[in-house]
């Protein structure tokens, strides 16, 4: 069992005072017979001084709090019951129970503390990413420097076996690097000269020399940083919940002792000092540690075994949303597909070849930076073609609808999808494609000359995620894409998605999305929808959603900035995962509540009607805590 420095002291105070309060009992055991000649007061000041040596060794620290909480207004707190209960016994002479209450329950508050230690280990694993130093090359010899003074454009040095401090783009060098720490992934993968870098993953060969692409406080290490420090501050609906009930809970109780210890004895002409005994033991009972402590533990741990497997969750009320949602919502492209597109296929009208349909698609994409406009330059480049920027007189792209190419001749040439050539009063093609995918009309002022179909592939554990999904409760799995409707509903069909919306605008998908809720929260006000995109282009619907889950978003900046939970790959499983971390979590929460209450009120009653002693009491609160608490480090022991 690890434990820190200040768990160590509390462990040796503990043994401590237990080794004294042995020696005592044991000792008062034996001089018992002689202390009878005393009187009474005397043997009540000998044995209060006794049992307060092991009694303050344990709980000075408790009586500080109490009263320094006293002082500042927060009157009722475990501290404060513990204080009052403790102070009681002694009063009415259970020196052995008064000390021992304060030694079980600063047992209780060593298991706590390691637990959350152990929690917060799992969650803040993540800050060993933040790099110590940068090694600079000064005058042919290695510097190393804060990351924090690098600027954009300084070359930095990453020897083997050293953290990658900043995000950039190697200049020199080859290597492995390993992903693990941001992506849960224990495999190396390989990276080459002009190829870009993260921040956070570990160099495991050679050497590489990096340009830097973002000062330290924009990059992607930095940025993951501060979403798990922030992370504990963003509190689910039972952990609000809670502390709510404690601040109610807590007042009561002290009342109800109040009554308990008074208005019996005042009623039936009994002893007093027997029903102020039992509303000792029923302060004790009651202390609310089991459920103010259980409960953010268990969020704590899922959060902690989430960010094991690469899932960054920014608060615990978006793990109890993934629990409690029955409706996804995905992005098609990057997320269900790996959103790597090839020419598949190349329909043309009679009068032009597929190889000049080609060359004017290719050189209206010249510019582009989307997968399938890119994909159409391979393909132009695969077959020998090369782009002359001379030929080109102007080009305008049209959002969401293609791009208008002017070429020298005079020629004007409309690349992009059935909008554009709608909007532009051109026709479609007649002719039918043999296969399915985007579809990329190529036409010029007076008819469409032809289309290229640009195919997308599935992700392998697509379709076990969704099933996986529905098997955990999912009752709607919706897909929203800007492909054509027969690519849409064959890759559905493929994955076993309920509902399609397919030939959307980028600006249809939200509010689509925003459809999608309104239907869902008509039928159940609660109900909690999730969308799931590539973190890019989906900003508006990642924040829209009542869960954000940005997909394969390693080194996104809008993803991290805008989603809910960061998957730090692209593998779809992750969804289910996170979707079981969030269930398994609410049900240990939800066992740990009724266990704690149900074994409390039972306590209560059987002290109030004298069938529950001191030691009783003390399981019932300190037994309760530990059982609750060992429940709750379930979590850390999370696997698939």
Partial sequence: MDMNKKQKRTLRNILISIFILIVISIVFKLVDDRLTDLPDYAVRIIKTAAYLVPYLIVGLKVLKKAGRNILNGRVFDEN?????????????????????????????????????????????????LRPDYANIEVDGELKKVDPEDVKVDDIIVVLAGE?????????????????????????????????????????????????????????????????????????????????????????????????????????LSQSFSMWIGRALIFLVISCPCALVISVPLSFFGGIGAASNHGIL??????????????????????????GVFEVNEIVTDDGISEDELLSLAAYAERYSNHPIG??????????????????????????GKGIELTL?????VYVGNSKLLSDMGIKTIEKQSNSYGTIVYVADKEKCRGFIVISDTVKEDAKAAIERLKSQGIINTVMLTGDRKKTADAVALELGIDTVYSELLPADKLSKLEGVMKEEKAKDEGAKVIFVGDGINDAPSLIRADVGIAMGALGQDAAI????????????????????????????????????????????????????????????????????????????????
């Fill in 80 to 128: 404060f019951l513990m204080t009052l209960a403790t102070i009681g016994a002694f009063a009415l002479g259970e020196y052995t129970e008064a000390a021992a209450v304060m030694i079980f329950y600063q047992i209780g508050e060593l298991f706590e503390n390691i637990a959350v230690n152990k929690s917060r280990t799992a969650i803040t694993s993540l800050v060993k």
């Fill in 163 to 267: 953290k990658i401090p900043l995000d950039g783009v190697i200049v020199e060098g080859e290597s492995y690097i390993n992903t693990s720490a941001l992506t849960g992934e224990s495999v190396p993968r390989r990276v080459v000269c002009k190829e870009e870098i993260l921040s956070g993953c570990i160099n495991e060969q050679g050497i590489l020399k990096i340009k830097v692409t973002k000062e330290f406080g924009e990059s992607t290490v930095a940025k993951i940083l501060d979403m798990v420090e922030n992370a504990s501050t963003r509190k689910s609906r039972q952990e609000s919940f809670i502390t709510r009930f404690a601040k109610y809970y807590t007042p009561f109780v002290v009342f109800a002792a109040v009554v308990v210890a008074f208005l019996p004895p005042l009623i």
């Fill in 408 to 412: 020298i001749d005079g020629n004007i």
């Fill in 561 to 640: 900035e805008a989603a809910d939970i960061v998957l730090m790959d692209d593998n779809p499983k992750r969804i289910a995962t996170v979707n079981t971390i969030g269930r398994k979590t609410l049900r240990i929460v939800m066992e740990n509540i009724v266990f704690a209450l149900g074994v409390k009120l039972l306590a209560m009653v059987l002290g109030v009607l004298g069938l529950a002693g001191m030691w009783f009491a003390v399981f019932a609160d300190v037994g309760v805590s530990v059982i609750a608490i060992l429940n709750s480090m379930r979590m850390l022991r999370f696997h698939e």
């Fill in 313 to 338: 969750v920014k608060g615990s009320n978006y793990l109890e949303a993934v629990a409690k949602a029955d409706t996804i919502i995905f992005d098609k492209t990057g997320t269900l597909t790996k």
């Fill in 374 to 399: 890119i994909s159409i330059k391979e393909e132009f480049e695969k077959r020998g073609g090369i782009i002359d920027n001379d030929k080109i007189k102007n080009s305008n792209e049209i959002a």
